[in-house]
């Protein structure tokens, strides 16, 4: 091992992407999901618990005949999207409405979409009934603020997340662009299912998108450049404001303890699906400890990387608890 003092990156070119954002439903993202695949430089869903509503981004350079396409197809049914801030937002509306809302001193019409959320969940993050009635709300959101942007690459990929927050995010194969095999929408909807069975009080948005393979084996994605995969995010949001430790709590329970373990259980073994790296968390339960050492093993190489890590890094410099625990 040595020291790193200089790094050659090889970068594509400053481009801008023409976006196109709209509400459907679940049977029309069933319908058009390959045609998307296959025409969209970036596609990306965002899908709303309790709702028939999937928010759908498409990105495609600017100047190709997509994005050409895209704003002549769609000018006269969508406005321009700039900031939605103070356009029309249901989510605003609903904080207004509802008795009790702490908002620290806050105006309700400064708030972005993404801090209306993080206040109305806040308020009742553990109530099943209450998240639905957010997450119905996100939806009209989108519904009224469809439509097109143009930006350069990463100003339009990047997505406000709102505020801090538990995330599970997993990525598994689903065939190639050419030839998806159907496993991204199923799992979704087994998800879906899984969450109304449940009764998890579960937040909005599941974050989907899709990748090429990667040619290192110890990525979650990895396989040929045909591959393609599909990465999904579970959340729940943590109430941020003084004194709600115990709110905080019991929300990490319901996530670890039940939203995040049934997916590791019911969805992970079935689809070939594993953590991202940075999403992974050391269980408590030697029991759950175990499971993920199995799916981990199953998955990557980890003889060969425990043998290159005894060679170059015989003291574990640069190892850690979480790369102990599991490759143990």
Not at 66 to 71: H, K, P, Q, S, Y
Not at 137 to 144: D, G, M, R
Not at 177 to 199: A, Q, T
Request: proline share 6%.
């Amino acid at each position: 091992l040595g020291v790193v003092t200089e790094v050659t990156l090889q970068c594509v070119p400053a481009h801008k992407l023409v976006e196109r954002t709209f509400v459907t439903s679940v049977k029309d993202v069933k319908r058009n999901h390959t045609k998307w695949l296959q025409t969209h430089k970036h596609l990306r869903y965002m899908w709303l618990p309790a709702t028939d509503s999937v928010v759908v981004v498409q990105c495609n350079e600017e100047g190709s005949a997509m994005a050409e396409a895209t704003v002549r197809d769609n000018a006269a049914a969508c406005v321009k999207r700039g900031d939605v801030t103070h356009t029309s937002n249901p989510l605003r509306e609903l904080v207004k409405s509802t008795k009790g809302m702490e908002l620290g001193g806050q105006d309700p019409d400064d708030l972005s979409p993404t801090e209306c959320r993080d206040v109305l969940l806040a308020h009742d993050p553990l109530n099943p009934s209450w998240v639905e009635s957010i997450n119905r709300a996100e939806a009209a959101f989108w519904k009224s603020n469809e439509g097109i942007r143009v930006g350069y690459s990463d100003e339009i990929l990047g997505f406000d997340c709102g505020g801090q927050q538990w995330v599970f995010e997993v990525a598994f194969p689903c065939g190639t662009r050419d030839h998806p095999n159907g496993w991204d929408i199923s799992y979704m909807e087994e998800l879906l299912k899984l969450i109304k069975r449940n009764k998890i009080p579960a937040p909005s948005p599941i974050e989907q998108r899709w990748t090429s393979g990667s040619s290192s084996s110890m990525s979650p994605c990895s396989g040929t450049p045909e591959s393609l995969h599909s990465w999904v995010g579970i959340i729940m949001y943590l109430p941020e404001e003084a004194g709600k430790e115990e709110l905080r709590d019991a929300v990490t329970r319901e996530f670890i303890g039940k939203y995040r373990r049934m997916v590791e259980q019911r969805l992970l073994p079935r689809y070939r699906a594993v953590e991202h790296w940075a999403k992974l968390e050391i269980p408590a339960d030697p029991k759950d400890l175990q499971a993920t050492r199995a799916r981990l093993h199953a998955r990557y190489p980890i003889e060969a990387f425990q043998q290159a890590r005894a060679e170059l890094d015989p003291d574990n410099i640069l190892g850690g608890d979480a790369v102990d625990a599991f490759f143990a």
